[in-house]
């Protein structure tokens, strides 16, 4: 029995580490929250060049062919340096809806691109992962598809969406297809745009070798990312807090002396100890274990939006007044976790779902 | 990430197994928990129970031979596998206590070839329980501030002074205790660690009653009491050191994953088969959720123990990950008794002696006795602090005397 990483995924996690500390500062950061198209094209590039999209690509597709525990590795290094870069859709979603429903030609058409990064999707499945709200709906006839699709990840600078109906069933619709049209809301978080599409009898390709289980495959892995990314930033934050707590003077001590603010500090490491294993597990379930991937997922995802919420706004309350402002830039990570816990479903809904897999309803 | 078992575990967890089918009929009704929450002596059945696990090295198995143990080789899987099975298959693991858990380690660290030979193998087989006399009144978070003084009298220490919250106190025959001897000295210097027996004379010990109508600690007097120079532990004045090796063993006791999924699966049962108005417990979505939330919590325990498990098998020394789990496996545990409390209404208040109740889990007397454990083995706001300072590297709280 091993639990932890391996000494590959260790130099993965290394070198998107490295690359990311380098890539993104404040100022970038701040430079996509602010700007129109929510996009660093530069961050895309250099982030495509150490295989980021390609993770979960197999080798035949010019992919790197690893799996969701390497994904979470990544994501969690996404999580840390807040990197404003499309990743939980195009990079896991999409790959994974392509590897598990799309027919040969639809994978050789799509993955190639999306490996060398030319190539982004946009995911618009919230209404079966989380729920349709006010009057999201689609309807398909011959025609094609028709209606609302709001909250799509990662649709800033998106070549195509993947969407699905009610029903569940999945499409690709070309970014270009008459029909559609595409507008991007602002966020809490400002580097996540969300998407939102208004179809008329859009022409779409319909993912046909879905089978049963693959769209909770596809939405668990949404989830695990989003939680290794929130559990990112919380490390991010405790960081930062701790640092800070250990330079600001008040009363001649460093407030890190006061037991009021080092039990926060304290108290913030406790729980995201766990936290790492949670997501580890996870993400291994979906790898090797699927009776238990589901219920993994939902344990992980729930747990670290709860200790994400504390995570950020403790952190935020060490650094007193100065964590309130713009200037140190902390609030990028609040909102990051604020962002991922109310995607693919929220601490409720999932902790529900939970309970309805265990037959406790 | 690989958490299946290598052959070699496979064939162990087999013999586990094995071990577990052919000696169902011999496991005593009781375990080391019914007696830790009513320190009492342990029946002849539990002791036979124990001897039998230590033999087999499903108990204490890496104490070495020549002190009564199996004597196996450090292989923490082992370890791990033997709790799993035995919690899987529900039947009484190893006894573990103030004796088999923190004393012992202790003297394996720090004690004379005489006392591990005097002390060892009796402890282990269940035949000797020992009490530890740490806290004091004036001294409990700040322990090395403690008073009770040994001075020398020919090849004797002469004890004055007293201790309380001191667990079975009552009934232990044996004693491991901190006691300043070094008075000059400063105040972490001037401990030492003694071993001896509690029917020495001058020791009067006082039960003291607790909030859950259990006496399970007492308070003790120790007046002129005549103790050999050789019941020391690990040196004069060493005693802090050794004392905090014993800390730590504790510590590790206090937390403990599968005893708390143990309790969340005895929730589930609850949850589904009371009703209320007809109906089942779970359909309350509020009593649902934090079911859930508790069990996502203690999941992450679970796999937060294998994770350190790993740890230490590379030969890594404990770090934060290990200085969290007696906060968060304490709170864990008050939360799941809260949950089962409130699901139970009424029948969640009846207290002793109810049979229905019991089935259950004795619920309100776990949320007091675990609130007891909140505070006892380091409070929680001594354990952030350790955490805090230890595992964030922040500063220390300024002392008020210089050590």
Known sequence: MYFGLS????????????????????????????????????????LSQLGMPALLISEEF??????????????????????????????????????????????????PKMAAGNCKIGVGIGNVASGARRGAAVSVSEKGLSGEIPFVIDAAGANAFLVSDQAGNLYLLNSAAAGLSVSLSPTIDGTNPLGHLTLNNVSVNRLENA??????????????????????????????????????????????????????CAEMAAQLQPCQSLVWYAAYAHD??????????????????????????????????????DLMGLHFWFKRIGFNRAQLGGPEKLRQEAAELQGLV | MDLRDSAEHQKFREEVRKFLKDFKDQAPEETAHTFRLSP???????????????????????????????????????????????????????????????????????????????????????????????????????????????????????????????????????????????PDASKYQGISYMIFSMDTPGIEVRPLQTMTGHPSFNEVFFTDVRVPQTAVVGGRGKGWKVANSTLKH???????????????????????????????LFKNRILRDRFIDLQSQVQGMRLHEMRLLTNAERGNAPGLGDMVCKLLGCEINHQLDALAI??????????????????????????????????????AQIQKNIIAERGLDMPREPRAVAG
């Open chain 1, 211 to 264: 089978s049963a289980g693959s769209l909770d495959r596809i939405i668990n892995a949404g989830r695990i990312a989003l939680a290794a990314q929130t559990l990112g930033a919380g490390e991010e934050m405790l960081r930062r807090a701790v640092a800070y707590a250990k330079e600001r003077k008040q009363f001649d001590r460093v407030i890190g002396s006061f037991q009021a603010v080092k039990h926060m």
């Open chain 2, 40 to 182: 009492r002596p342990y029946t002849q059945q539990v002791k036979d129970w124990q001897k039998l696990l230590v033999e087999r090295g499903y108990a204490c198995r890496n104490v070495p031979k020549e002190y009564g143990g199996f004597g196996a080789a450090p292989d923490i899987l082992k370890n791990k596998i033997i709790a799993d099975e035995f919690f899987a298959a529900d039947m009484p693991q190893g006894l573990y206590g103030q004796g088999i858990s923190m004393l012992v380690p202790t003297l394996l660290e720090h004690g004379t070839e005489e006392q591990k030979q005097a002390w060892i193998e009796p402890t282990i087989n269940g035949e000797i329980m020992w009490c530890q006399g740490y806290s004091e009144p004036n001294s409990g978070s700040d322990l090395a501030s403690l008073q009770t003084n040994a001075i020398v009298d020919g090849d004797d220490f002469l004890i004055n002074g007293s201790k309380i919250w001191t667990s079975s106190a009552h009934i232990a025959p044996m004693i491991f205790c901190l006691v300043r001897t070094e």
């Open chain 1, 288 to 325: 090797v274990l699927p009776e238990e991937a589901s219920l993994s997922t939902l344990l992980a995802k729930s747990r670290l939006d709860d200790v994400g919420r504390m995570v950020a706004r403790t952190a935020t309350e060490v650094h007193g007044s100065m964590g309130y402002t």
């Open chain 1, 62 to 111: 010019g992919g790197a062919g690893l799996s969701m525990l390497e994904a979470a590795v990544v994501a969690q290094e996404l999580g840390r340096h807040a990197a404003p870069v499309p990743f939980v859709g195009t990079a896991v979603m999409a790959t994974l809806t392509l590897n598990l429903c799309g027919s040969e030609a639809q994978k050789s058409n799509w993955l």
């Open chain 2, 250 to 280: 504790e510590r590790g006791m206090l937390s403990n994953a599968n005893a708390s999924q143990e309790r969340l699966n005895k929730i589930a049962r609850i949850l589904k088969e009371e009703t209320v108005d007809g109906r089942p």
């Open chain 2, 342 to 379: 409130d699901a139970l209404g009424e029948i969640g208040i009846l207290y002793d002696g109810i049979p229905s109740v019991q089935e259950d889990g004795i619920w309100q007397q776990w949320f007091m006795y675990d609130l007891g454990l909140i505070i006892g083995g380091g409070t």
């Open chain 1, 7 to 46: 000494e590959e995924q260790v130099m993965i996690q290394d070198s998107f580490r490295g690359a990311l500390e380098r890539a993104v500062t404040l100022d970038t950061i701040r430079a996509v929250a602010t700007g129109e198209t929510g996009l660093d094209d530069s961050l895309w590039e250099e």
